[in-house]
Nanobody
Framework: QVQVVESGGGLVQPGGSLRLSCAAS????????IGWFRQAPGKERERVSC????????WYEDSVKGRFTLSRDIAKNTVYMQMNRLEAEDTAVYYC?????????????WGQGTQVTVSS
């Protein structure tokens, strides 16, 4: 069945970097859109970035543009989100999700999340 599993979170100082992974099973990562979301304590979940299936068009939320980069490795069936110049405001649980061909669709399969904490 369709599953996604996140990894790569951790504690990092402001200005540091992390790379999150979203490992897919039950489908190939170019067949479905894959989105990254985050939820900070006391805040609503927000979409951070998303990659369409097929041509791999990528969308980024304004606050992460120029700092976060999505890529996919079809051989490893994994989508990565490289996060640079991290800020305290990036602290959240990060989730990847899939289930639609396009990011505008309903991404109904979710991973368990990985914690990212940006703190000195």
């Amino acid at each position: 069945q369709v599953q996604v599993v996140e990894s790569g979170g951790g504690l990092v100082q402001p200005g540091g970097s992390l790379r999150l992974s979203c490992a897919a099973s039950g489908f190939t990562v170019d067949a479905y859109a894959i989105g990254w979301f985050r939820q900070a304590p006391g805040k609503e979940r927000e979409r951070v970035s998303c990659m369409n299936s097929g041509d791999g068009y990528i969308w980024y939320e304004d606050s992460v543009k120029g700092r976060f980069t999505l890529s996919r490795d079809i051989a490893k069936n994994t989508v990565y989100m490289q996060m640079n110049r991290l800020e305290a405001e990036d602290t959240a649980v990060y989730y990847c999700a899939t289930g639609s061909y396009y990011c505008s669709g309903s991404l109904r399969y979710w991973g368990q999340g990985t914690q990212v904490t940006v703190s000195s």
